[in-house]
Structures are given as structure tokens and as C-alpha cells.
């Protein structure tokens, strides 16, 4: 029987993007067909999305979620890069470089902790951006999104902008701003959740048409340049596909892989990151199919979650 019904897009939603993006993303660190870009625009989209939830919009909130990240991010960092990386990976500490690390503006320890900046960034500029959507609604986001593009282009314009680390931290911080805007933007006015939602198995199919279209194009050079469009789109349909499908073992393991997605992020780095990489590697790269090889990588970076957590949790008591 089809029923029309209101798009619920809870926490539990929210996980289930999460685990989808960080399969995408071990998927993509194991692959070089680059289809599987999209995994750090629905991460993006869901900053924005989940600050408009956020009971202050300040910058004492703001500072609560940035210690929430890095204060898991140095447990990782210091606890295990670090010394992995002085005592078999040939690193060479020095405080500058040290405190570079920690804010992910260099990643000689963890090749993906470039999304620690961008969250600190995220946390303060979003305090105005916010403020802005919620007066002049698509008006205000669209003209943050412009000015988040014209920023981009002028950094463009500085001859060898790409050699220094903070102004790339910059531009990486420009590049995926608007998506989560537009992730704002859609939790305050409900444009996700006022969509009707006919379940059945044709809405299933066009769900997953939707996201597989978007999934194909967002592997094309420059297309990331709509992801404010495109991501949403994605995530709507997913949101929706999950709001018809309801096989509580794939909710279950896509809830659980999204709670322990932020460690699995800088954990997963391990097994890349060079002066980590001859310690971690060994674990599991001789598997030799892809595919198993990838599962075998996901199933090690949440174990090693699920410790870290456990770790976390024993020091904060």
C-alpha cells in the first residue's frame, strides 16, 4: 500500500549519510577512479544542516564542537601518529611543525586531517553565515556562496598560492563552504522534510536514480563546483530511500559506521600516510582483491574506533 508521508530526516538520518560518506571515502583513499569524491560534500552539507539544530549559535558553541573534534583528533595524533611516525616513519619533530599537525594545516602525520581546519573554520563562520541565511534566506545564501567562489578565484590570482599551507587551508576552507550553507539553508526552511514522500517501490527506484546520477557526475572535473546543488540532491534521496527502506540490519550498520565516522577519518590515514604506513600497511595490504581489501580497511578503522572511543571515554571520566 503507498502512502504519502512527511521525509523524517532525525539523527538517525543524519548517521546513516555519515556511513555512507566515509564508505565512500575509504572506497575512494583504495581507488584512483575518483567517483567516490562526494564523500567529504555530504560531511560538508551535514555542518550545515546540523548547526541549525544547535540550541546557541555562538561562538561558546563553537568552540564546544571544535574541542569535540580536536580533542579526538590528538588523541589519534599524539597518541599514535606521533610516536609511530618518530620512532619507524623517520619524522622529525619541531613545535612549529607540531602545532601545524594538530590544526591540520601540515599532514606529514595524517595525510587526511586537512578537515580539522575546516571544521574550526566552519564553527566561527558560521556563527555570521547563520545569522545571515536566517534574514535574507536564499537571497543571503546565495550571495555567501558567491563570495565564497570570488574568494577562491582571488586566491587563484596569488603566484604560488598553492606552496603555502595557510593560504591553501584557506581556499579549501572557501571551496566547500557553500555546500554547507545550502545544508543550512535546507534545515531552516525544511526543504527536505516538507517533500511528500510516496513510499513504494517506484519511489525507491527514483531515489536511488537520483543518487546514482549524481554519484557518476560528480567524478567529472569541476562539476565540485555545485555541490551547493547536487549534494543536497544527494542526500535528500538517500534521506529518502532510508525513509522507505527500513532492513534494520543496513540502518544498524550505517548508524554505527556514522558514529564512529569522525575517528574512522583520521584512522583509516594510517595505513596511507607514509611515516605511519610501514607499521599499519602490513595489516592488511596483502590482500590482494580490492573489494576485500577495502571491507578489511573499513572493518580495522572502526575496531580501532570503538578502542579509541573507549579510550576517550576512560580519560574524560
Not at 526552511?189 to 510516496?198: A, D, H, V
Not at 530511500?241 to 527500513?246: E, G, K, M, P, Y
Not at 596511507?272 to 607499521?279: E, G, K, R
Request: net charge positive; hydrophobic share 50%; aromatic share 14%.
Amino acid at each position: 500500500m503507498n502512502t504519502k508521508v512527511k521525509i523524517e530526516f532525525g539523527p538517525d538520518k543524519s548517521q546513516i549519510l555519515r556511513g555512507i560518506a566515509i564508505i565512500f571515502m575509504i572506497t575512494l583513499h583504495n581507488d584512483t577512479s575518483g567517483l567516490f569524491k562526494i564523500c567529504v560534500p555530504i560531511f560538508t552539507f551535514l555542518v550545515g544542516y546540523g548547526y541549525a539544530f544547535a540550541k546557541e549559535r555562538d561562538l561558546r558553541h563553537g568552540l564546544k564542537r571544535i574541542w569535540h573534534l580536536l580533542s579526538h583528533f590528538w588523541l589519534i595524533l599524539l597518541g599514535i601518529c606521533l610516536p609511530v611516525g618518530i620512532l619507524t616513519g623517520g619524522y622529525v619533530p619541531t613545535l612549529s611543525g607540531v602545532f601545524e599537525e594538530m590544526l591540520g594545516i601540515d599532514s606529514q602525520l595524517n595525510w587526511y586531517s586537512w578537515y580539522v581546519y575546516f571544521y574550526i573554520f566552519a564553527m566561527v563562520a558560521m556563527i555570521p553565515a547563520s545569522r545571515i541565511i536566517r534574514r535574507y534566506k536564499i537571497v543571503g545564501t546565495l550571495s555567501l556562496i558567491a563570495a565564497c567562489f570570488a574568494c577562491v578565484f582571488a586566491i587563484h590570482l596569488i603566484p604560488g598560492w598553492s606552496d603555502n599551507k595557510w593560504i591553501q587551508a584557506a581556499h579549501d576552507c572557501f571551496l566547500c563552504s557553500p555546500v554547507m550553507f545550502s545544508g543550512f539553508y535546507l534545515a531552516e526552511g525544511g526543504g527536505i522534510t516538507r517533500i511528500p514522500l510516496k513510499k513504494g517501490c517506484m519511489t525507491a527506484v527514483i531515489c536511488i536514480a537520483i543518487m546514482s546520477a549524481i554519484f557518476f557526475v560528480r567524478g567529472i572535473k569541476c562539476v565540485s563546483f555545485i555541490d551547493f546543488v547536487t549534494v543536497p540532491l544527494f542526500c535528500g534521496a538517500a534521506v529518502a530511500l532510508f525513509n522507505i527502506i527500513t532492513w534494520n540490519p543496513i540502518q544498524r550498520t550505517l548508524i554505527s559506521l556514522g558514529k564512529q565516522s569522525m575517528n574512522m577519518w583520521f584512522l583509516h590515514a594510517l595505513f596511507a600516510t607514509a611515516c605511519t604506513a610501514t607499521v599499519f600497511a602490513p595489516l592488511i595490504m596483502w590482500i590482494s582483491l580490492k573489494a576485500l581489501l577495502i571491507i578489511a580497511m573499513i572493518t580495522v578503522s572502526f575496531l580501532g574506533s570503538k578502542l579509541t572511543s573507549s579510550v576517550y571515554s576512560s580519560l574524560n571520566r
